[in-house]
């Protein structure tokens, strides 16, 4: 049961243009999603995230949207530059039951960005 | 500020062996969490520690069992390993109020 899902194994783009990631998910419990990038031989890198009562999220040329009658987001990079190639894995995480804290993340299996000079 | 270091960053076990990986958290951090990577997937979770008591657990068997020390670094043990174990183990640390883990640079796993 994947209750996070990237369906785009990888996405191949030119230097400058816009990079669009998506991601889907099931569980109406998420409260919380976050973006992530990797690199070879490293651990994941947070990258942004938005919070269930937000439908965007902007940090330079990342910008997260969630769409949550459709149970979908999307991370949008202007302009996409060569070293964004990577693995970049969407996870989302709910709240403990009744408390403020948070539990595990449910992470997508990862799409591998290509950003071409 | 100290991020999260692993280790070993390497080893090789034959299957049936146990092994032992370590991780330190961030400075600060006091919730802990593994992961497991295998090829070409998302990280899977293990379990998490806050205050030295695993705080949740995922679809993991019991050999698959964890530490938390009073400093907040953590043990990940796993009994009698099988081929399937082979896979890069992620330590993340963060604080338990905020939903965002911070990733060590992982230990990747070989069982022959």
């Known amino acids: 049961d994947q209750q996070v899902k990237q369906n785009s194994p990888s996405l191949s783009v030119q230097e400058g243009r816009i990079s669009i990631l998506n991601c889907d998910y099931t569980n109406s419990m998420f409260d919380y999603f976050l973006w992530y990038k990797k690199y070879p031989a490293e651990g994941p890198t947070f990258l942004i995230s938005i919070s269930s009562i937000k439908d965007k999220n902007e940090d330079g040329r990342f910008t997260v949207f969630l769409n949550k009658s459709a149970k979908h987001l999307s991370l949008h990079i202007v302009p996409s530059q060569p070293g964004d190639s990577a693995v970049y894995f969407c996870?989302?995480?709910?709240?403990?039951?009744?408390?403020?804290?948070?539990?595990?993340?449910?992470f997508g299996q990862g799409t591998i960005l290509t950003v071409h000079p | 500020e100290t991020g999260v270091t692993q280790s070993p960053t390497h080893l090789i076990k034959t299957r049936g062996q146990q092994v032992t990986l370590r991780c330190s958290s961030q400075?600060?951090?006091?919730?802990v969490s593994w992961y497991q990577q295998a090829l070409g997937q998302g990280p899977q979770f293990i379990f998490q520690y806050y205050r030295e008591e695993e705080n949740g657990r995922g679809n993991f068997p019991p050999r698959f069992s964890g530490l938390q020390f009073p400093n907040y670094s953590s043990e990940l043990n796993v009994n009698a390993l099988e081929l399937d174990d082979s896979a890069l183990y992620l330590c993340?640390?963060?604080?338990?109020?905020?939903?965002?883990?911070?990733f060590g640079e992982g230990s990747r796993l070989t069982v022959l």
């Open positions: 996870a989302a995480g709910a709240k403990v039951a009744g408390g403020t804290s948070y539990g595990k993340l449910t």
């Open positions: 993340a640390s963060s604080l338990r109020h905020t939903g965002e883990l911070f």
């Open positions: 400075s600060g951090h006091n919730t």
